[in-house]
């Protein structure tokens, strides 16, 4: 093998290193450049001796730590990463606001998760039995953490 056809094949093992980290996760584009970069360094010592293939296998190592550098610095990296926040929270409940058997009103349907305004807060709940549309009387069955359990309140 000649030594242009090694230098391709540890080119080859770079080029599907970099689409394995900006295109293509999955490790398998990764491993198949890992297999023509060693297969590219074993034909070096093989066919060029010691000197050639520990000359090939140092810069393909320093090749590969450069290209992976780049490839996380440079601009094309930044613009396939996301770059938007999540600014959602949750329910934040202090001690006793709101306990099992208060009752409140359903702002929007619960689906089973929705909003509901309970002992003038306005929270989001959890229905256990379903669905429940809007606007209906509804009665807290469990507080868990910051997860509220109601159910449609027993008109009498």
């Given at each position: 093998?000649?030594?242009?056809?090694?230098?391709?094949?540890?080119?080859?093992?770079?080029?599907?290193?970099?689409?394995?980290?900006?295109?293509?996760?999955?490790?398998?584009?990764?491993?198949?450049?890992?297999?023509?970069?060693?297969?590219?360094?074993?034909?070096?010592?093989?066919?060029?001796?010691?000197?050639?293939?520990?000359?090939?296998?140092?810069?393909?190592?320093?090749?590969?730590?450069?290209?992976?550098?780049?490839?996380?610095?440079?601009?094309?990296?930044?613009?396939?990463?996301?770059?938007?926040?999540?600014?959602?929270?949750?329910?934040?409940?202090?001690?006793?606001?709101?306990?099992?058997?208060?009752?409140?009103?359903?702002?929007?349907?619960?689906?089973?998760?929705?909003?509901?305004?309970?002992?003038?807060?306005?929270?989001?709940?959890?229905?256990?039995?379903?669905?429940?549309?809007?606007?209906?009387?509804?009665?807290?069955?469990?507080?868990?953490?910051?997860?509220?359990?109601?159910?449609l309140q027993n008109k009498l």
């Amino acid at each position: 093998m000649t030594l242009t056809s090694i230098i391709l094949l540890i080119l080859v093992g770079l080029i599907l290193l970099i689409f394995e980290i900006l295109f293509v996760p999955g490790m398998i584009l990764g491993f198949i450049s890992v297999v023509f970069m060693i297969t590219g360094i074993i034909f070096a010592y093989k066919n060029y001796g010691t000197t050639t293939g520990t000359i090939v296998l140092a810069s393909t190592t320093l090749a590969s730590i450069v290209f992976v550098y780049y490839a996380f610095h440079s601009s094309l990296w930044k613009k396939l990463q996301v770059q938007s926040f999540i600014d959602g929270k949750t329910n934040v409940l202090e001690e006793q606001k709101i306990k099992a058997d208060d009752t409140g009103k359903t702002i929007s349907r619960l689906n089973p998760i929705g909003k509901a305004l309970i002992n003038n807060l306005l929270v989001e709940v959890q229905s256990t039995e379903g669905f429940i549309d809007h606007e209906e009387n509804i009665v807290v069955v469990k507080v868990q953490q910051n997860k509220i359990l109601v159910k449609l309140q027993n008109k009498l």
